[in-house]
């Protein structure tokens, strides 16, 4: 491995990690990742530590260095800790319900809103107007809470609808007489 944007990364007990066939495997008590890596960076693992690394200093190399590094990174806090997003839904009469593993969605539409989980994420309802979506995999989670708030997204004059939690909603005057 060339000396140039070593980048370690520190693995906790219980976590193993393997690279095999340019295939990065990450296992941990909260489940198992694999990611592709790319051929200009190399991914070395020893002394508790996983190190990404390149051989030059192109401007393309050092953009694939630094995202393997943190795709890296987000696959050991994953299979540890996993991952979380907070959703809140705003409005009068707007809920949200599970039946089974699917969300159910009442936001204003004459007909509910079924949601099936995106394998790898699941959903946790804290009461009815904020919904939480886990996982392993922070891609997943990340796409399963876009594809939740897209049901209704925060509208600018009421504020209405589904947001993030801490979410700043850009609110604009209504019509004045």
Known sequence: MSRIGRLPIAIPSGVQ????????????PKGELRQEIPGAIEV??????VTV????????ERA????????LANMVTGVTAGFRKTLEI???????ELQGSRLVLTVG?????????????????????VVHVS??????????????????????YLGKGIRYRGEQVRRKAGKRT
């Open 17 to 28: 990690v393997a690279v095999e066939d340019g295939r990065c495997i990450v296992k941990g």
């Open 90 to 96: 705003v409005g009068t009469g707007y809920r949200a």
């Open 135 to 156: 996982g392993v995999d922070r891609q997943v989670v990340g796409q399963q809470a876009a594809l939740v708030r897209d049901v209704r997204r925060p509208e600018p």
């Open 53 to 60: 690394g390149r051989s030059s200093d192109e401007p393309a």
């Open 44 to 49: 070395r693992v020893g002394d508790g530590h």
């Open 64 to 71: 694939l260095h630094g995202l393997t590094r943190a795709l």
């Open 109 to 129: 539409y004459s007909h509910p809103v079924v949601l099936e989980p995106i394998a790898g994420a699941a959903f946790e309802l804290e009461t009815p107007t």
